[in-house]
């Protein structure tokens, strides 16, 4: 069977993790065998450059934390997703090299397309057969992550909403140019309502496959 690469693309709030699970415990029951990851920390190393990047207080160079994420992309991409895509797994990920073009790119004020070039060459040229994009205005999105108590502190979420709304508005570019791969889904709504919309395009993408 072929693997299929998914990702979940999306600003703060819009809902990734969650849909990310509902969409393996979908995939699972059509028969599928699944591998759910993220970035960074879907590896050791990864969990670690996570810490470092997301949850270490204080000043970050913009250079050094584009990098620390390519190096978790490389580890990531060579020992966890390209073998599983090898045995015909799903791979359900929670960002990739997107993530980094719009929050490095338009967040950071760095160059988008060196970001991106980066990625690809970290990584071998590698990119989703899908991208799903979550997108939420992000003052809805910024009260949703304010209901997460207990979640711990986040370098890169502890910003302004003008912040949010670049990498908003980043997002929507890549996916405007690249519409073969990324699919707008609105993340408004319950968690139900917006599975049955990821659903819709995953299934679409599953049957051309076939």
Do not use: C, N
């Given at each position: 069977?072929?693997?299929?690469?998914?990702?979940?693309?999306?600003?703060?709030?819009?809902?990734?993790?969650?849909?990310?699970?509902?969409?393996?415990?979908?995939?699972?029951?059509?028969?599928?065998?699944?591998?759910?990851?993220?970035?960074?920390?879907?590896?050791?190393?990864?969990?670690?450059?996570?810490?470092?990047?997301?949850?270490?207080?204080?000043?970050?160079?913009?250079?050094?934390e584009a990098l620390l994420?390519?190096?978790?992309?490389?580890?990531?991409?060579?020992?966890?997703?390209?073998?599983?895509?090898?045995?015909?797994d799903v791979v359900v990920?929670?960002?990739?090299?997107?993530?980094?073009?719009?929050?490095?790119?338009?967040?950071?004020?760095?160059?988008?397309?060196?970001?991106?070039?980066?990625?690809?060459?970290?990584?071998?040229?590698?990119?989703?057969?899908?991208?799903?994009?979550?997108?939420?205005?992000?003052?809805?999105?910024?009260?949703?992550?304010?209901?997460?108590?207990?979640?711990?502190?986040?370098?890169?979420?502890d910003t302004g909403l003008?912040?949010?709304?670049?990498?908003?508005?980043?997002?929507?570019?890549?996916?405007?140019?690249?519409?073969?791969?990324?699919?707008?889904?609105?993340?408004?709504?319950?968690?139900?309502?917006?599975?049955?919309?990821?659903?819709?395009?995953?299934?679409?993408?599953?049957?051309?496959?076939?």
């Amino acid at each position: 069977m072929t693997g299929a690469y998914i990702t979940l693309e999306g600003g703060d709030g819009s809902g990734k993790s969650t849909q990310a699970a509902l969409l393996q415990a979908w995939l699972e029951a059509e028969g599928r065998t699944v591998v759910r990851t993220r970035e960074p920390g879907g590896t050791e190393l990864g969990v670690e450059i996570r810490r470092l990047v997301q949850h270490t207080e204080g000043h970050v160079a913009p250079r050094a934390e584009a990098l620390l994420y390519a190096a978790d992309r490389a580890h990531h991409v060579a020992t966890l997703v390209r073998p599983a895509l090898e045995r015909g797994d799903v791979v359900v990920q929670d960002r990739y090299l997107d993530s980094s073009v719009a929050y490095q790119g338009a967040g950071r004020e760095l160059d988008g397309e060196q970001i991106r070039d980066l990625s690809l060459w970290a990584t071998d040229g590698l990119l989703p057969q899908l991208t799903l994009l979550l997108d939420i205005d992000p003052a809805a999105g910024r009260e949703r992550m304010a209901g997460r108590a207990d979640a711990p502190y986040d370098r890169l979420e502890d910003t302004g909403l003008d912040f949010a709304e670049r990498v908003r508005a980043a997002y929507l570019g890549l996916a405007e140019a690249e519409p073969d791969r990324f699919v707008v889904v609105d993340a408004s709504g319950t968690p139900d309502e917006v599975h049955g919309r990821v659903v819709s395009h995953v299934r679409a993408m599953l049957d051309a496959q076939r």
